[in-house]
C-alpha cells in the first residue's frame, strides 16, 4: 500500500534562511505526489505537483520539491523563509487504483523574525 | 476563491440540533469528498462520492449522513452529534476518484458542538 512519511512534525526557521520540510512515500510504482499548504482555519492549497515528468517541480509563492526515486522522497524546499510561509504542510501521495490520496501528518512551520 | 465552497464557515450547534453543511464546486469534477480534521491528529477521510454515488464510507458513525444530490453538490448532514465532533470539516473534488491531477479543497466549515 502507498504511504507517506513527513519526517518533522514541527521545524522552525527564520526569516530569509531556507526552507526544507522532508517527506518519503512508498509505493510500488511511479506515484503522483503533492504538497498542500494550509494556513490557519483555512482550507488546504495546492502548492505543487509531481506527475512523472520533470523530477524538479516548481510551484507557488517560491516553493519546490524534488522527486527522487532511488531515495523515495520528495522533500520541498524554499531558499528564503517568508513570515507568511508559517503554515501547516501535508504530503500526499496518489494510490493505484481509484483510491483516495493519501496524506501524510503535517509539517508545521514556524518563522521567526 | 478555490472553485469549492463550503456553507456555513462557522457553526455552533447544541448536541439535539439537526444541522447541514454545504458543498459546492463549478469546476467540473466528478468526485467530491469529506474530510474531518480536528486539533492534534491526522486528516480523516469521512466519504468518497464518484458520479454521485457513494464510493467509500470510512466507518463513520451514523449521525453524520452526506448527501450528494448532482456531481456539483454535496451535503453532510448532522444529527444528535457528540462535543468529540467539533472540528474543521473540509469538502474537497477532483477530476475523477483516483484523484491523480490532486483535490481542490473548500475553506472549511469549522463546527462547533456545545
Known amino acids: 500500500a502507498q504511504s507517506v512519511t513527513q519526517l518533522d512534525s514541527h521545524v522552525s526557521v527564520s526569516e530569509g534562511t531556507p526552507v526544507l520540510l522532508r517527506c518519503n512515500y512508498s509505493s510500488s510504482y511511479s506515484p503522483s505526489l503533492f504538497w498542500y499548504v494550509q494556513h490557519p482555519n483555512k482550507g488546504l492549497q495546492l502548492l505543487l505537483k509531481y506527475t512523472s515528468a520533470a523530477t524538479l517541480v516548481k510551484g507557488i509563492n517560491g516553493f519546490e520539491a524534488e522527486f527522487k526515486k532511488s531515495e523515495t522522497s520528495f522533500h520541498l524546499t524554499k531558499p528564503s523563509a517568508h513570515m507568511s510561509d508559517a503554515a501547516e504542510y501535508f504530503c500526499v501521495v496518489s494510490p493505484s487504483g481509484n483510491t483516495p490520496l493519501v496524506f501524510g501528518k503535517g509539517t508545521r512551520l514556524s518563522v521567526i523574525a | 476563491e478555490t472553485g469549492v465552497t463550503q456553507t456555513p464557515r462557522h457553526l455552533v450547534m447544541g448536541m439535539t440540533n439537526k444541522k447541514s453543511l454545504k458543498c459546492e464546486q463549478h469546476l467540473g469534477h466528478n468526485a467530491m469528498y469529506w474530510y474531518k480534521q480536528s486539533a492534534k491528529k491526522p486528516l480523516e477521510l469521512m466519504f468518497v462520492?464518484?458520479?454521485?454515488?457513494?464510493?467509500e464510507n470510512n466507518s463513520v458513525p451514523s449521525r453524520f449522513s452526506p448527501e450528494c444530490p448532482n456531481s456539483s453538490h454535496l451535503f453532510l448532514h448532522l444529527h444528535t452529534l457528540q462535543p468529540e465532533d467539533s472540528a474543521l470539516y473540509l469538502c474537497?473534488?477532483?477530476?475523477?476518484?483516483?484523484?491523480?491531477?490532486?483535490?481542490?479543497f473548500g475553506s472549511g466549515t469549522r463546527l462547533t458542538v456545545v
Open positions: 474537497a473534488s477532483s477530476q475523477t476518484a483516483r484523484g491523480a491531477w490532486g483535490y481542490t
Open positions: 462520492y464518484s458520479l454521485e454515488e457513494r464510493v
